[in-house]
Nanobody, 115 residues
Framework: QVQLVESGGGLEQPGGSLRLSCVAS????????MGWYRQAPGKERVLVAE???????NYADSVKGRFTMSRDNAKKMVYLQMNSLKPEDTAVYYC?????????WGQGTQVTVSS
């Protein structure tokens, strides 16, 4: 079963940038649909961005124009470039992989946007 490990979180000032990375194990990474989700304290986990195995990308309205998701199948990685960060982007960010009805989550990485 695939395993996911996120990295790149941290503390950033409003208006700053962070780049999250997620590396996957397994040999069929190119067949996975991948997603980034986030969960703020006391709130539900919500979709931030997703990329299909065919390369189609969908963003939540709250991050359109600021965040960019990409994937590198050769490295078995997905990225989330986050620009123009806002305090409301503060959350734990989770990487997600989906294949044939099976969903796998990473452990999450904390992103805090504060001055």
């Amino acid at each position: 079963q695939v395993q996911l490990v996120e990295s790149g979180g941290g503390l950033e000032q409003p208006g700053g940038s962070l780049r999250l990375s997620c590396v996957a194990s397994g040999s069929i990474f190119s067949l996975y649909d991948m997603g980034w989700y986030r969960q703020a304290p006391g709130k539900e986990r919500v979709l931030v961005a997703e990329i299909t195995r065919g390369g189609s990308i969908n963003y939540a309205d709250s991050v359109k124009g600021r965040f960019t998701m990409s994937r590198d199948n050769a490295k078995k990685m997905v990225y989330l470039q986050m620009n123009s960060l806002k305090p409301e982007d503060t959350a734990v960010y989770y990487c997600n992989a989906r294949f044939r009805g099976v969903t796998v989550w990473g452990q999450g990485t904390q992103v805090t946007v504060s001055s």
